[in-house]
């Protein structure tokens, strides 16, 4: 990057307010840098370079009479599964390979209404179905670090964007971990919001009483500016919370003292390697060190996090899919003489191995006969991993745990059997089964590669949790580990 | 629980997708062993326990049954595949 342009936020922001950069400068410094860097990473599926531009001169235009907020002229990413308008749109499939949306998501037209300007749209798994960005139709993002590694997913596109600095911000979402695991595997600063904070309008579903939309950054700080535009209630989404937001920025100098984390037992029985378990450890001591106070809690049902996902995200995935006929938008094969033949080719033909998966287990699990056994059942076990969440926080304001149980693993390794890239998502399912917000950051390296360390908030709780990661940012520099410093590799 | 080829061959129909010969054997095994996976939850007690579907235990909201904001057909039907004279076409359904 040239060193005239800074990378946090706030910097950009005032450099853009007091014209030591142009909106446009800067938006064609990130435009080449993925155009130098990117064909290796493959972390974009577009690139809208002659819409970019556009933005900034008018993101300029509104600096320049004063009229411009805080975000105005900085260049941001979008995961390629919020719809953006007359802007190819696929979701990492063939499916929508050929899908020009009539309209955009909310908070595309709220980024919009900022004046943010948006460089490209970001590789994703298919559907959002995926922990390693291996299932895009697109082919696999690489991980910045160590390009024989996975960079996480399903926003796995977002969080390599991010710290191969081809974008300050990206936007992702998360169902399972889906911003979260990617943020660790990168290392970078990765927020999933309580569930219905923001709209889910325009963001192709895949299991609606999961999916949250969130931010990917380089901290906690940056977060917590770009939240403030795009959290929020918009009637369009039916599932969207009304309740009035807050100046996430506002507790950014949140103390320690006193918190009390919760340290789920449950969640250590899973084996950790001696470098993720130091690292972890190392960020407990600083959060003590802080002032925060650790305490050990129990949530007894966690174990069971993640066969209730895999039914409930397959069932509700193999509904919201369902959509996908041929007709309308879309993939449609070729040559069909009736219209199951029609259906049954175009799904074929557009779906990946993934997605046909999750379909057919969901189909299982709504069928008749079966669907008390899975889904009710499902369900009701969900409704016991929020009573323990409920319950902890009876006793203390967050929880901390790793983010991942390993650190990136390299590409191709657990493509045969689908539960071992299920297992991945470990400490993340708990807060998503129960629409808790949480965040990743980094908390150092093992053997080169980043890991996260994952804060779980009450509800709404997002303004003091940024306000502690930001804290810890404060006091440490993981955040600024970049694969350049790590080696000599230049990005 | 475990299916066998032919329930994942009824399974692909009621889904409207085609699973190949040559794949049917590890989309059953696969099947079988996120079955294996998610019959953990049998382990777990739930009399008495209701069912949650929204997260935050919200009912969904109603609002007015009137267009707020509309796309014009012309837009939507850009996206369509295979569009003649403002129709969507589909292969013959009624002989």
């Not at chain 1, 033909?349 to 999750?358: C, H, M, N």
């Not at chain 1, 079966?370 to 059942?377: H, L, N, V």
């Not at chain 2, 032919?6 to 699973?19: D, N, Q, V």
Request: net charge neutral; hydrophobic share 35%.
């Amino acid at each position: 990057m040239d060193d005239s342009f800074p990378k946090e936020i706030l910097k950009i922001s005032d450099g853009l307010k007091k014209r030591k950069f142009s909106s446009v400068e800067i938006t064609k410094e990130y435009l080449r840098r993925i155009k130098a860097y990117d064909r290796e990473i493959n972390s974009f599926i577009t690139i809208c370079e002659e819409t970019a531009i556009e933005s900034a001169l008018e993101a300029d235009k509104r600096i320049a009479k004063g009229a411009a907020g805080t975000l105005a002229g900085i260049p941001y990413a979008n995961k390629d599964l919020f719809c953006t308008k007359d802007i190819l749109t696929t979701c990492g499939s063939r499916m929508l390979s050929n899908f020009f949306p009539p309209y955009d998501a909310e908070i595309i037209s709220r980024a919009k209404e900022n004046s943010l300007v948006m460089l490209g749209k970001t590789n994703m798994d298919e559907f959002a179905m995926g922990s390693s960005n291996e299932t895009s139709y697109f082919g696999a993002v690489k991980n910045p670090w160590d390009l024989r590694k996975v960079p996480g997913g399903s926003s796995g596109g977002s969080a390599a964007a991010v710290i191969a600095n081809l974008t300050p911000l990206a936007t992702g979402t998360d169902t399972g971990g889906s911003i979260r695991q990617p943020s660790a595997f990168c290392g970078v600063s990765g927020l999933k919001p309580t569930y219905g904070r923001i709209s889910r309008y325009g963001m192709v579903a895949f299991a609606s009483s999961l999916d949250q939309a969130g931010i990917i950054g380089h901290s906690a700080a940056d977060l917590a500016f770009f939240l403030n535009i795009i959290a929020g209630f918009d009637p369009k989404d039916s599932t969207c919370i009304e309740k009035p937001t807050e100046d996430y920025s506002r507790n950014l100098n949140f103390p320690l003292q006193g918190i009390k984390f919760g340290l789920p037992k449950e969640f250590f029985k899973t084996e950790l390697n001696s470098g993720l378990q130091q690292i972890f450890a190392n960020a407990i001591s600083l959060v003590e060190k802080l002032g925060g106070k650790i305490v050990d809690i129990n949530l007894p049902h966690s174990s069971l996090s993640i066969p209730a996902y895999y039914v409930i995200a397959p069932a509700e995935c193999s509904s919201n899919l369902a959509r996908y006929d041929g007709i309308r938008f879309g993939h449609r094969a070729p040559n069909t003489s009736n219209i199951e033949e029609l259906y049954e080719k175009t799904r074929s033909e557009g779906f990946g191995a993934e997605v046909k998966r999750r379909v057919l287990i969901g189909t299982y699990a709504l069928s008749s006969g079966y669907y008390d056994e899975y889904y009710t059942k499902a369900q009701k076990v969900r409704r016991l991993i929020k009573n323990d969440f409920s319950e902890a926080y009876k006793s203390v304001d967050f929880i901390l745990s790793p983010t991942t149980p390993t650190t990136a693993f390299p590409l191709n390794e657990k493509t045969d059997d689908p539960t071992l890239m299920y297992l991945q998502d470990i400490f993340t399912i708990p807060a998503s089964l129960a629409g808790l917000p949480a965040i990743s950051i980094p908390a150092g390296l093992d053997k080169g590669l980043p890991v996260g360390l994952q804060i779980i908030g009450d509800y709404f709780q997002e303004a003091r949790m940024l306000g502690v990661a930001n804290k810890i940012q404060q006091t440490t520099d993981w955040h600024k580990l970049t694969p350049k410093s790590n080696s000599e590799k230049k990005l | 629980m475990t299916v066998t080829e032919e329930e994942i061959t009824t399974l692909g129909k009621l889904s409207r997708i085609a699973i190949a010969k040559e794949d049917l054997d590890s989309y059953t095994k696969q099947i079988n062993l996120i079955l294996k996976l998610v019959s953990e939850l049998n382990k777990a007690k739930t009399d008495n326990i209701s069912p949650i579907s929204h997260p935050l235990d919200l009912k969904a909201r109603l609002r007015k049954d009137i267009v707020l904001e509309d796309i014009p057909l012309e837009e939507k039907q850009k996206c369509g595949p295979e569009v003649e004279n403002d129709l969507y076409m589909v292969p013959k359904v009624i002989d």
